[in-house]
């Protein structure tokens, strides 16, 4: 007998998401292939996945001294949520009323509204007065399940602003179970200040704000809008071209209301992932399963702008992609910080299957933001990052349509959530 710290016991099923030697699950064949352990338990040392079995196999190997009884629930991998942007200053619920009566996105984006309103309102703030709100949106992703998130700038479109966005997702997750992976977004959108010379806002980009990100070790990654009103091909690839030579990973938002071009850009330079490709085509699609490129998916966005651009998941899967899943969360476009909402999307909206959703909200997720040594999957070795649902089945996470059935999160081992609660 050996002794862990933790025994997790009696768990309906044990859905550890692992297998293959791949980083990601690629295409229906891998997608669909969760390894669910049924009546399943896992051992946990020093925040560890010791082991991984049945209760049965598990209470013949391993003495703990600490024991966990799930009671007939499901435990997953903790999701990841490889899509939002969580430092704005104010809400957008007057431009939602708008839209509501009619307004179009791009129009209200035209006219000085969207991403424009939001910059005007955060270039006022604080980086601790930004940090403060940003961590309350943690805590909400975290009590809906979420143990890691990409997080993005690209709300200041200022230098200033972009590098205080930046260091307040750093000061928010400095103490906070969730890790958070940053990304700098300076190129969002061209602000208003520059809509007659856009060149120069591209130059002070690449020439400016990169160097300084770069510096002061801000960001992981840089991801570049593109699309009619935002950015160009040629400007994006010449910002993230500049963002690698300074040990950052493209990702590009791409395609999201018509094919510009933005994912054959993502496959050309090898990006970590492509985020939208709701328009798409099919050359595209090819590119990105060729150049091992994560699709990132956005149905919430989809639904909350109408129903516009939905995504072809069952094209992309068909062309062999690992297909993730993320809520997008911002002010605009997608106010939600559930995953399991977005998941439940994914079947209903985007035709996928339940067992294809779990994967594209953990191991493809993880993947996606570079995080696929440490979240994602439940395998011995692995730091303990889980999620107990009320459910007796990851079934439950599409089927329950918008409720959270979190029960508890466990981040390296110790319990962070108790019945929707954060632990401190
Ligand atoms: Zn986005």
Excluded at 243 to 267: E, I, N, T, W, Y
Aim: proline residues 4%.
């Amino acid at each position: 007998m050996r002794s862990a710290d933790l025994l997790i016991l009696g768990a309906a099923q044990v859905v550890t998401v692992d297998g293959g030697r791949a980083t990601t699950k690629r295409g229906a064949r891998e997608m669909n292939d969760l390894r669910v352990i049924e009546d399943g338990a896992i051992a946990v040392k020093r925040g560890r996945v010791a082991d991984v079995g049945t209760t049965n196999e598990i209470l013949q190997r391993w003495r703990g001294y600490q024991r966990l009884h799930c009671r007939g629930r499901a435990v997953l991998p903790g999701f990841v949520d490889a899509h939002t942007h969580p430092v704005f200053a104010k809400t957008r619920d007057d431009e939602f009323a708008l839209r509501c009566r009619g307004a179009d996105y791009e129009e209200i984006l035209a006219a000085g509204g969207g991403i424009h309103a939001s910059a005007r309102a955060l270039r006022s703030r604080s980086v601790s007065e930004l940090a403060r709100d940003v961590r309350t949106r943690f805590d909400g992703m975290l009590r809906h399940g979420t143990v890691a998130v990409e997080a993005k700038s690209g709300y200041g479109l200022t230098t200033a602003s972009e590098l205080a966005s930046l260091k307040a997702i750093r000061s928010a997750a400095a103490k906070h179970p969730i890790h958070a992976v940053r990304t700098f977004l300076g190129a969002h959108v061209v602000p208003q200040e520059y809509a007659g010379n856009r060149k120069a806002y591209v130059d002070l980009v690449v020439e400016d704000m990169l160097p300084r990100v770069a510096k002061q070790k801000l960001a992981a990654f840089c991801d570049v809008f593109v699309e009619k009103g935002a950015f160009r091909v040629a400007e994006a690839r010449r910002i993230l071209r500049a963002a690698k030579r300074l040990g950052m990973r493209p990702k590009v938002h791409a395609d999201q209301f018509r094919d510009s071009g933005g994912a054959r850009l993502a496959a050309e330079l090898r990006a970590a992932s492509v985020e939208h490709v709701d328009a798409t085509k099919r050359a595209g699609m090819r590119a990105l399963a060729k150049a091992r490129v994560v699709p990132v998916l956005l149905p919430s966005a989809s639904l909350f702008t109408h129903l516009r651009h939905v995504p072809n998941a069952r094209a992309l899967i068909e062309e062999g992609c690992a297909v993730a899943l993320a809520t997008d969360f911002n002010p605009g476009t997608s106010p939600t910080e559930n995953l399991q909402l977005v998941a439940s999307l994914g079947c209903t909206l985007l035709g996928m299957t339940p067992e294809e959703v779990v994967t594209a909200i953990t191991r493809n997720a993880a993947a996606a933001c570079g995080l696929e040594d440490s979240h994602g999957r439940i395998a011995v070795g692995r730091p303990a990052h889980l999620v107990v649902l009320d459910a007796p089945s990851y079934v439950h996470i599409p089927y329950r349509m918008g409720t959270n059935l979190v029960h508890q999160v466990l981040v390296n081992g110790r319990v962070v959530v108790d019945e929707g609660r954060i632990v401190d």
